[in-house]
Every structure is written in structure tokens, then in C-alpha cells.
């Protein structure tokens, strides 16, 4: 595509050195990336300036620069006043508007987004939807997967994957959209037709210091879904009945609400439930029509999943048999509630909780299922919000017998620095610390007996652990597996 050609997307004309429309070949963010033809967009991250890079891009080839200020290099230079928006705005220009040529979901709050996300995706597949996803795990296309570094990606990589999406015949996507992505704009473009809200408890107060500023945050998915009544492709929102910020959403949109809830009234919901170690029953109640459904998944939390996957196929129009029988065949997701099964007389489950109100939620699940004692093996990461530490530390030592509090991803700060801030929230109750998380794992199944329960929080599908500036091999799963096998021998 042409400079001028994306410039008229941009609405931006000052230039800085001769221009003589070069076509571009590509958009890049990262200066290594860069090569003959790129256009290099500076992006003033956490870490590092783009604009520091320039001279590094216009070497490696790029026809021209976008940047917040005059820069000291031979190439074009477009400046604008927000290169992040431009990023933005570029991106979904050059891939040809990808989203306009899906039905995008997008799903938002603190806790269940990968899990819904996994719902939604096979039930619209059950539906014959050629489905594309992304989020925490992965994105996957068709059957193809390809890792990922954020649970949302930058922009240019997001319209770059939904272009692959069009490529390969996609035609419904469904994405995880973080609170970050939100604030930084990395959504910007996306034309969402279904917005989706989980819930909203604390974590990452790290980066938005209030509560408000995280819901405000959330709630940009639903205003952005447009001010416009469109009948052609009606935008809908599926939103929380029994969670308070839905009402402020709800304020935010103009598109058509669905709700979906257990306490309160909700057009989607369960009633009846009875939980235990190997499913959950409950009759779902719809617009659509009524039925008794068994789905394989633990815990009251999953059947809020459930009810939101639920809510969003039908606020796409997918027949209501459709949705029943997909999610009466739902597999979990790696890591979320996943059952560690190598004969051991009791249950190790492995859960991605990390927040206090997925660990409380995630403990009471555990409790139900315990006869005798229910262990824990908790940590909390480094570099990010310290003020859960305490709050997940008194959850651990309220609800289960045998709290042991452990690292989690470290990071840059002193393992022994983070179980200090933990164990602030118990003094003087009972607890174990022990800071190497393989040996903490160990200690849990050795003394673990039948009828009690196991479980191993906060890493869920990881498959590393970070300390100090190193990245080390570590599964919650692989590593019990090997505790109970040392278990079996004796
Ligand atoms: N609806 C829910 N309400 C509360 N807790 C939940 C819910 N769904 C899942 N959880 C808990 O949160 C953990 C993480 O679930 P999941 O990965 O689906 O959430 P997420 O929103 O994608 O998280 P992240 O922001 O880290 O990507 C689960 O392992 C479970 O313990
Ligand atoms: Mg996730």
C-alpha cells in the first residue's frame, strides 16, 4: 500500500524530509523487525522509546517514519500527536479493516475470560463457525495454534492475526481483551459485534490504582461498541446480572443487552445446581428454551463461564440444541481446574488462580470435595500488585487445613521479600512457608492422605517459572506428577 494511500486513514500530513511515495510493505513497532519497506512506528513503551530507534530503522530499510516529534534521520517522517493511536489506525488500515469481515467477540473482566473464551469457541464450532481465538493461552486458527506474549496483543500483531483470519476463512473470532489492552488503545479499530463481561474484583491495582479507574477501563469494550442502532449488524452485550459494575456497562452502551445470572433476575440463567468432583448439573433457563444440562467442569465460578458462553451463542442466533449439546461435551481448559490423576488416593487439582477472589472462589470448590484436610500450595508473583499478598495469604489460611505458602514468578524481587508480605496478612495462625515451589509441591503430597485434597494454585498452564532475570522449565501438573509417582513408591 502506498504512504499517501494510509496517510488519508491517519488524517495526518505534516512530513518531515522529501517524499516520494514509497509503498510499504509492512508496519513495525519493533526497529529489528524492520526490513526494506517497513513503516517504523515509535512507540514510547514501559521499558524503551521507540523514537531512540529511528536511526536503527531507517538502516534497516524503512521507507518512512511515524513519530511524536522531529527526528534526526534521512527517511520521511510522519508526526503525529499519538503514536500508539496511529499504530492503531495504520494497522487495521493496512490489513484491509480485517474485523469488519468477522463477527468478533470480545470478552473483558478479571477472572474466567480464557475460560469462556474456550466455551464460546467450541460451541460456536459445534454451531459450523470456522472460529479463530485469542487470548492468555494462545491464538489458534482452526486447529493451528501460535504462541503469544500478552493475553491481548499490540495492535499491529492483532489486525496482522485477524488478516490471517480472513485469509484462512474465519468467520467468527473470539478474543480475551484485557483491561491494559483497553487503556492503551491496542483495540482501537477492532469492530466488535458481541462484547462480553465476566466479572470485576481486584488485580492489577498495580496499574490502575482504583477500582474505578479499572471498571472505567472494562467499560470502554461497551462503549466502544458504537453509538449507532444498526440493524444490518446489531451489536449486543452480554453482561453479569449478578456483578455491580454491569450496571454501570450497561450506562456506557448503546447496543442490545443480554444479561445472564444466578441470584438475580437474568435472561440467561441456572437454577437448581448441584455441584461435585465430577460435574455440575443444572437447569439452564434461556429466551430460547429450558433444559436440564450436565457439564464436566467444577464450581459454581465455571457455571457463571457457562452462563456467559451460553448468552453470548444465543446473542449470536445459534439454536438453543446447538448450545446444549456443545456444552454438555465441554473439556476443561489446561490449568483451570485441571485434576493431576496418577492413582493417588486423593485428588490434586491444579488451578490458574491468582487473584484472592479466584483463589477464594477456587478454595470453596476444594472444600466441598474434602472429607479430611484440604492443603494449598499458594505464592504471589513479584513486580506486580503487592496489595493482594496479605489479602491471598489470610484467604489461604481461612479456608484451607493445611496453608503453604510458596513462590510463585518471583521476577525481580527477593523471594523471601514476597512470602514476608503474605504472611503480614496471618500472624500468628497456622502456615507453612516454603519458598522452592517444587519442594513445597513435594511436602503437600507427601502428606497428603485419603480424603483429603490438594491444590496447586496460581500457575495453572505454565509452563516456566521467572526468577531474577531467568526463565526456568516448571509445570504445577508435570511436578505433582512426580511427587505423587515418589508417592506410590513408598
Ligand atoms: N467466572 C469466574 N469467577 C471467578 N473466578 C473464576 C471464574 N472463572 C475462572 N475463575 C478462576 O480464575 C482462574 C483463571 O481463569 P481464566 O484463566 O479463565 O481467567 P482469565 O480472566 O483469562 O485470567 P487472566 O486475566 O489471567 O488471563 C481460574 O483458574 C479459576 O480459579
Ligand atoms: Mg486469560
Known sequence: MKLTKLLTYLMAEPVQNDFHDPDITSIEMDSREVRKGSLFVCIKGYTVDGHDFAQKAAENGAAAIVAEKELDVDIPVIIVRRSQRAL????????????????????????????????????????????????????????????????????VTLQKTFKKMNDEHVDTAIMEVSSHALSLGRVHGCDYDIAVFTNLTQDHLDYHKTMEDYRQAKSL?????????????????????????????????????????????????????????????????????????????VGRFNVYNVLAAAATAIAAGLPFDTITSALEELQGVRGRFELVNHNQPFPVVVDYAHTPDSLENVLNTCKDMTEG?????????????????????EIAVRIADEPIFTSDNPRSEDPLAILRDMERGVEGTYYHSIANREQAIFFAIANAKKGDVVLIAGKGHETYQQIGNETFDFDDAEVAGRAIVELNKK
Do not use: W
Open 221 to 297: 469494550l461497551f462503549s466502544q461498541l458504537g453509538g449507532s442502532f444498526n440493524h444490518e449488524k446489531p451489536k449486543r452485550a452480554v453482561l453479569n446480572a449478578d456483578d455491580k459494575a454491569s450496571a454501570y456497562f450497561e450506562r456506557v452502551t448503546a447496543a442490545h443487552i443480554l444479561t445472564y445470572g444466578i441470584e438475580n433476575d437474568a435472561d440467561v440463567m441456572a437454577k437448581q445446581i448441584e455441584i461435585s468432583a465430577q460435574g455440575t448439573s443444572f437447569e439452564l433457563v434461556t429466551p430460547k428454551g429450558t433444559k436440564q444440562i450436565t457439564v464436566s467442569l
Open 373 to 393: 484436610k484440604l492443603f494449598v500450595v499458594v505464592g504471589c508473583g513479584g513486580d506486580r500488585d503487592k496489595t493482594k499478598r496479605p489479602k491471598m495469604a
Open 88 to 155: 492503531s489506525v495504520l494497522s487495521d488500515a493496512f490489513y484491509g479493516q480485517p474485523t469488519k469481515k468477522l463477527q468478533l467477540i470480545g470478552i473483558t473482566g478479571t477472572n474466567g475470560k480464557t475460560s469462556t473464551t474456550h466455551m464460546v469457541d467450541e460451541i460456536f464450532k459445534k454451531a459450523g463457525r470456522q472460529t479463530g481465538l485469542i487470548g492468555t493461552m494462545y491464538i489458534k486458527i482452526g486447529d493451528e495454534t501460535f504462541p503469544v506474549k500478552n493475553t491481548t496483543p499490540e495492535s
